[in-house]
């Protein structure tokens, strides 16, 4: 009688829901953004907790698409092209936090159903001790030539957001724009000639380890390496110029647990959640100021001049066809 007693608790145990203070975030991976320091605050700070979730964008969109009458999730996080793609699907609810009005314009969806969060710029996250003696690169055109052969990654950009953004900066680099992308898909076929490593998701681990030398990526990701890691890693803003993009959350819509969501993102936008993210070299949705010593960090605010911002609802709409186009020319 005892054990069948303590079988019916434990079975009734597993079963029960998770507790009114847990969310689901999905892609909210901890080796991206320094996530894991901010889910450790919402669970130290705030009593939320949130389990790590190594979705990308697109994935974590399709999920929740795929569990639309049943939703799972709480809030998401993801590049601004996806937020904004999650609208018409009918997969998240209006939400503005503690802060939003702070948060500029065109950096949110005027109802609330996204919103940035912190911006990156993207460029070259570069392991030197990888290179083999290969110089660091400077430029997106030197990733074709034949001593980076095999060195070079980029996230899949018919998957990834970071992918997507990767290709817009490379475009642009190139002379083309959000309704001609041609100059990108002529770039990725010229470094597929180099052997590219393409892998579908953050793949910070795998430049730090040396397995991927050169990889597309943020300056946050690169900056937390350069001062965090043991190695000799650069960040490296490419001569032709990239761009700037923010990335941004929602709460999902019919979401199970969506006050402890809430609490979440109201924790995020503010001062001290904004702080955390300036901890790991992002800057801030707010105009929060970057501490001093993290500033200093930053490559010159002149070589940031050669990133720009872009019309991110065409950058939205743009980005089905471009992936359709790469998986179809790119070999």
């Not at 999730?73 to 998240?92: F, N």
């Amino acid at each position: 009688m005892k054990h069948t007693v303590l079988a019916v608790l434990f079975a009734t145990a597993i079963a029960a829901p998770a507790a009114a203070e847990d969310a689901i975030c999905y892609n909210c991976p901890p080796e991206w953004a320094d996530w894991a320091s901010m889910l450790r605050a919402l669970d130290e700070k705030v009593g939320i907790k949130m389990p790590h979730d190594n979705k990308n964008s697109g994935q974590a969109l399709s999920q929740m698409i795929a569990e639309k009458a049943s939703p799972v999730a709480d809030v998401a996080y993801y590049g601004v092209t996806t937020g904004i793609a999650a609208i018409p699907a009918g997969v998240v609810q209006p939400y503005k936090p503690a802060g939003f009005d702070d948060i500029p314009e065109g950096l949110k969806d005027p109802e609330g159903n996204w919103f940035a969060v912190h911006y990156g710029t993207l460029g070259l996250f570069v392991n030197v001790d990888a290179l083999a003696g290969a110089p660091v690169p400077q430029c997106w055109a030197d990733l074709t030539k034949p001593e980076y052969r095999g060195m070079v990654g980029y996230l899949d950009p018919a998957s990834a957001f970071v992918g997507y953004a990767g290709a817009v900066a490379v475009n642009h680099a190139f002379g083309g724009d959000l309704t001609n992308f041609d100059p990108a898909i002529k770039y990725f076929n010229d470094l597929a000639a180099n052997s590219p490593i393409v892998p579908k998701q953050t793949s910070f681990a795998r430049v730090v380890s040396g397995e991927i030398p050169i990889l597309f990526d943020y300056d946050f990701n690169a900056y937390r390496a350069k001062y965090n890691e043991t190695g000799a890693f650069e960040f490296v803003l490419p001569c032709e110029g990239t761009i700037r993009v923010p990335y941004v959350m929602s709460l999902v819509a019919g979401a199970p647990n969506a006050e402890a969501g809430k609490k979440a993102l109201d924790f995020i936008l503010s001062d001290e959640g904004q702080a955390i993210w300036t901890n790991a070299y992002l800057k801030p949705a707010r105009p929060v100021a970057l501490p001093a010593e993290v500033a200093a960090r930053f490559l010159p605010d002149a070589d940031y001049e050669r990133a720009i911002a872009v019309d991110y609802s065409a950058m939205a709409a743009a980005q089905k066809g471009f992936g359709e186009r790469y998986l179809a020319e790119v070999k």
